[in-house]
C-alpha cells in the first residue's frame, strides 16, 4: 500500500472538521511524508502511527485549539475531555496514561453525578413546596386574606429558590467540566511533548 492510501484513511477519519481544515491537514502530513522521505503505507505508519492514531490526535488537537478561540459550552468541554481521552488511548505507550486518565474521569463523573442528582433533589423539593404553598394560598386567600398572602409568599419565594438551585447547580457542573478540560488539556500537552522529544531522537 502506498502513502497515498495511508492519506486517504486518514482523511476519511477527519470527521468534524471542515474543508479548508482537512485540507490544511493533508497538505501539511504530504508535505511532512515528502521531507521525511517515507516511501511507503508501513513507513508512513511506523512515523506517525496508524491513521486511526493520527486521526484521534489530530481531532484533539483541533478540539483544543477552538476551546482558546471560543467560549465553550458544557457539551463541547464533556466531548472536548472524551476526544483527548481516544488520542492518548490511540498510542501504545500513552495507554497505561489514558487509563489512569480513564480512572480520574469515571471518580470525576460519579461526583458530578452525586452533584447533579442531589441538585435535583433539592430543586425538586423546593418546586415541589413552593407550588403547593402558592396553590394552598390562593385556595385559603378568601377565608383569610393575610394567611392566604402568607401563603404565596412563601410559595413564590420556594420557586424562586428551586430555579436559583438550578441555576447554581449548572454553574457548578459548569466549572467543575471547565476543571477537568485544564486536567485532561495539561496531561495531553505533556504527553505531546514527550511524544515529540522521542520522535526527534529517533
Request: glycine share 8%; net charge negative; proline share 2%.
Amino acid at each position: 500500500m502506498t502513502t497515498v492510501d495511508y492519506l486517504k484513511e486518514f482523511e476519511q477519519l477527519l470527521v468534524g472538521l471542515n474543508a479548508d481544515e482537512v485540507n490544511d491537514v493533508l497538505e501539511y502530513y504530504q508535505e511532512y511524508i515528502l521531507d521525511a522521505d517515507l516511501a511507503d503505507y508501513s513507513a508512513v505508519a511506523a512515523k506517525l502511527g496508524t491513521p486511526q492514531q493520527l486521526a484521534r490526535k489530530t481531532l484533539a488537537d483541533y478540539s483544543i485549539r477552538q476551546t482558546e478561540t471560543v467560549t465553550a459550552t458544557p457539551r463541547h468541554n464533556a466531548r472536548l475531555i472524551w476526544i483527548i481521552v481516544l488520542a492518548l488511548f490511540a498510542s501504545p505507550i500513552a495507554i497505561p496514561l489514558a487509563g489512569a486518565v480513564i480512572i480520574m474521569l469515571i471518580a470525576g463523573v460519579l461526583v458530578v453525578g452525586a452533584i447533579i442528582f442531589a441538585a435535583m433533589m433539592v430543586v425538586a423539593a423546593l418546586l415541589f413546596a413552593g407550588g403547593f404553598a402558592l396553590i394552598s394560598g390562593f385556595a385559603i386567600l378568601i377565608q383569610s386574606f393575610a394567611t392566604g398572602i402568607f401563603y404565596i409568599g412563601m410559595g413564590l419565594a420556594g420557586l424562586g429558590a428551586g430555579v436559583l438551585a438550578m441555576l447554581i447547580g449548572y454553574m457548578v457542573v459548569k466549572v467543575l467540566l471547565q476543571m477537568g478540560v485544564v486536567v485532561i488539556k495539561s496531561i495531553y500537552h505533556k504527553f505531546q511533548e514527550h511524544h515529540q522529544k522521542g520522535v526527534d531522537h529517533v
